[in-house]
């Protein structure tokens, strides 16, 4: 394995495993198109620079089935960010989200996920959340099947701005945000013979 010469990036042992690691589920059967191989008798050596050689690998026949993916659209979503301040804080949240649930009550929301970011954005509630911090970073994310029941949303809370928790502040830049497409993944199995190969050229 190699690369064009002079263009960026390291092609070497380590980024090539980095790679063969990607999302490998089962390492003695990974599934491709033309047959299915078995990585655990690969070996990797390297052979000049930006070069590394690659032996051993082994497999069984192709599968009789190819693997689909469908996406599909699964609604929108849109977020908004907000920042508390000391003292009390964790009750200004409380507050929030409760200010938050009165002003979409109403409204066909489907769903709404609070995050704190640098707490809990990444890892949820893997380790203890601080008693009393100086800030809270608030993530509010929320869905809803069409674009306009969201942007209702938003306005409906800043509507509220005056009523909100002491010393609250509201990102501008999320406040004018436009709602996103959520594009959901459905993979599955289909059998070989219904996939029949065609190559359609454009001329231009």
């Not at 082994?58 to 908004?80: Q, V």
């Amino acid at each position: 394995m190699t690369k064009v010469p002079d263009s960026p990036g390291c092609v070497s042992v380590e980024t090539v495993k980095e790679q063969l690691l990607y999302e490998i589920h089962d390492p003695t059967n990974y599934l491709t198109p033309d047959v299915i191989a078995d990585f655990t008798t690969l070996r990797l050596t390297p052979d000049g620079v930006d070069r590394v050689r690659v032996t051993g690998v082994t497999g069984k026949p192709r599968p009789d089935t190819l693997k689909l993916n469908l996406s599909r659209l699964e609604g929108y979503m849109r977020e908004l960010i907000f920042t508390l301040g000391y003292p009390e804080a964790w009750h200004k949240v409380d507050q929030l989200k409760a200010m938050i649930a009165e002003s979409w009550k109403e409204l066909p929301i489907e769903r709404v996920e609070y995050h704190y970011l640098g707490m809990t954005s990444l890892f949820g509630a893997l380790a203890p959340l601080p008693a009393d911090p100086l800030e809270i970073i608030v993530r509010v994310t929320f869905t809803a099947a069409d674009p306009d029941t969201l942007k209702t949303a938003v306005r409906r809370v800043m509507a509220n701005a005056l009523s909100c928790p002491a010393g609250m502040s509201v990102s501008g830049t999320t406040v004018g945000a436009d709602p996103r497409v959520i594009v959901g993944l459905w993979a599955t199995l289909v059998d070989r013979a219904s996939a029949k190969p065609e190559v359609t050229y454009f001329e231009t």
